[in-house]
Nanobody, 127 residues
Framework: QLQLVESGGDLVYPGGSLTLTCTAS????????VGWFRQAPGKEREWVSC????????RYADSVQDRFTIARDNSKNLVFLEMNSLKPEDSGVYYC????????????????????WGQGTQVTVSS
């Protein structure tokens, strides 16, 4: 268990930006693909983005493509989700999750692939 912790959630106006951070308190994330998911009230948890363990290859859901950027800094054991041009429909609890340990170039968008989950951080986009 990596014991993932998310931070950076906040209330922001539409069109604004936020950067979420995920870290692991119980071990290095180097050999893990890391995904970001979100869940709005009354809706199912959905995949947002992920980054592979090998070569840090990113993937994005269509709804956030060209607005969100995922990155990782293994030297600091951090994964970031930079969110720009935020919309009200981006609101929800954002979770980071880890899949591994395995050395892969393609992370997966499926919730069931991820074994370690953080507690989430709230993002609210509203005027």
């Amino acid at each position: 268990q990596l014991q993932l912790v998310e931070s950076g959630g906040d209330l922001v106006y539409p069109g604004g930006s936020l950067t979420l951070t995920c870290t692991a308190s119980a071990g290095p994330m180097d050999y893990y693909s890391v995904g970001w998911f979100r869940q709005a009230p009354g809706k199912e948890r959905e995949w947002v983005s992920c980054i592979s363990s090998f070569d840090s290859v990113p993937r994005y859901a269509d709804s956030v493509q060209d607005r969100f950027t995922i990155a990782r800094d293994n030297s600091k054991n951090l994964v970031f989700l930079e969110m720009n041009s935020l919309k009200p429909e981006d609101s929800g609890v954002y979770y980071c999750a880890a899949d591994g340990p395995k050395w892969v170039t393609m992370c997966l968008p499926a919730i069931d692939e991820y074994d370690d989950w953080g507690q989430g951080t709230q993002v609210t986009v509203s005027s």
